[in-house]
C-alpha cells in the first residue's frame, strides 16, 4: 500500500543576494512549495566590478489546521500479476458498494473522526471512482501524524476483513495563514544568502 501523509505544511524559500562596491543589493525573494536542486552556493563574478552574489535557502514548518485524506479502495488486489497467457480476456472487475465501505466508515467513526466529515465515492457518485474501486474521502482538523496513521492503519485492517484492498491513501494538509509561513522562510533564505556572501567576502579578502 502506498502511503503520503505529513501532519505538517513545509516551505521553502530562495532569496538571491548580491554585494557590489561594499553594497548590498536584494533581489526580491520568492518562495516556493519544493526546495531548489540547485547546488550553487556563491560565485564571484569575473568582471571590471567586483560583485559577489548567492542564493540562500531557508525551509519553515508549521502545524497544519486541517488535512483532505483520501483512501482508495479496491475489490481486487492491485498488485496481483496479470495472467500469463495474454489472449484470456481481463474479468470486469466487481464494484465497490457504499454498503462495503459502510462498516470501514463506522470504524473510523468509533476511533474519533466525525461521521460529517466522511464521504464515500463510488463508481457513478465520483469521478474518482473507476470499476473495481471506491474511495473514502474525510476532512481532519487539526490533524496530527500519529492520527492520520491510525486512520490508514485501521481502513486497512478493516478492509482486509471485508475482502477489499487499499491501493493507496493521500493526505493533503493545509494552512489558514500561508503568508506568516512564506514570511518565515523567505527571512530566513535572505539571512542564509547574506551568511554566505559574508563567507565567501572573507574567503576571498574582500572587504564588505
Aim: glycine share 6%; with cysteine; charged share 20%.
Amino acid at each position: 500500500m502506498k502511503s503520503t501523509a505529513l501532519s505538517k505544511v513545509i516551505l521553502a524559500a530562495i532569496a538571491s543576494t548580491c554585494l557590489v562596491g561594499g553594497e548590498a543589493l536584494k533581489q526580491p525573494a520568492q518562495a516556493t512549495t519544493e526546495a531548489s536542486e540547485n547546488t550553487e552556493l556563491a560565485q564571484i563574478h569575473s568582471s571590471d566590478q567586483r560583485m559577489i552574489s548567492s542564493y540562500g535557502r531557508g525551509n519553515a514548518s508549521a502545524p497544519a489546521d486541517t488535512a483532505e485524506i483520501r483512501i482508495y479502495f479496491n475489490s481486487t488486489d492491485p498488485y496481483a500479476p496479470y495472467p500469463v497467457d495474454a489472449s484470456e480476456a481481463p474479468t470486469e472487475p466487481k464494484p465497490v458498494t457504499e454498503t462495503e465501505l459502510q462498516p470501514i466508515v463506522d470504524a473510523l467513526v468509533r476511533i474519533g473522526v466525525p461521521a460529517s466529515s466522511i464521504k464515500m465515492e463510488v463508481v457513478g457518485s465520483s469521478p474518482s471512482a473507476y470499476p473495481g474501486s471506491g474511495n473514502i474521502f474525510l476532512m481532519l482538523n487539526q490533524p496530527t501524524q500519529s492520527k492520520i496513521d491510525e486512520i490508514t492503519r485501521v481502513a486497512q485492517e478493516v478492509a482486509s476483513q471485508k475482502d477489499l484492498y487499499v491501493g493507496s491513501s493521500d493526505a493533503q494538509c493545509k494552512l489558514a495563514d500561508i503568508k506568516s509561513l512564506e514570511d518565515e522562510a523567505r527571512g530566513l533564505a535572505v539571512a542564509d544568502a547574506r551568511r554566505r556572501v559574508t563567507s565567501m567576502a572573507s574567503a576571498s579578502g574582500a572587504r564588505l
